[in-house]
């Protein structure tokens, strides 16, 4: 069974920085494509970046040049650093990975909860 933590989330003030990491408990990331997701309540999930199996990564327009997808080398952890934290970036972000199950793939972390204010 595929377990997905992520971690990293906190308050912010806007202009600063996090780094979430996404900890799979097998090398899933080097299997299947994965995804960063973010939920604010009264708003649908959002996809906030991507990673295709061989690479390439794609990015929300509202995120591009503030935020970076990687993996690490061992293949199973996902990063997303965030920077210059906006207002609008506060939600609870989700790991996504795995085949894909109709619009999604199959395996998803608990969240970690990010917070930008003033």
């Known amino acids: 069974q595929v377990q997905l933590v992520e971690s990293g989330g906190g308050w912010v003030q806007p202009g600063g920085s996090l780094r979430l990491s996404c900890a799979a408990n097998?090398?899933?990331?080097?299997?299947?494509?994965s995804a960063w997701y973010r939920q604010t309540p009264g708003k649908q999930r959002e996809l906030v970046a991507d990673?295709?199996?061989?690479?390439?990564?794609n990015y929300a327009d509202a995120v591009k040049g503030r935020f970076t997808l990687s993996r690490a080398r061992d293949m199973k952890t996902l990063y997303l650093q965030m920077n210059s934290l906006q207002l609008e970036d506060t939600g609870t972000y989700y790991c996504?990975?795995?085949?894909?199950?109709?619009?999604?793939?199959?395996?998803w972390g608990q969240g970690t909860q990010v917070t930008v204010s003033s």
């Open positions: 990673i295709s199996l061989r690479g390439t990564i």
């Open positions: 996504n990975t795995g085949p894909w199950v109709t619009t999604d793939r199959a395996y």
């Open positions: 097998t090398t899933i990331f080097i299997k299947h494509g």
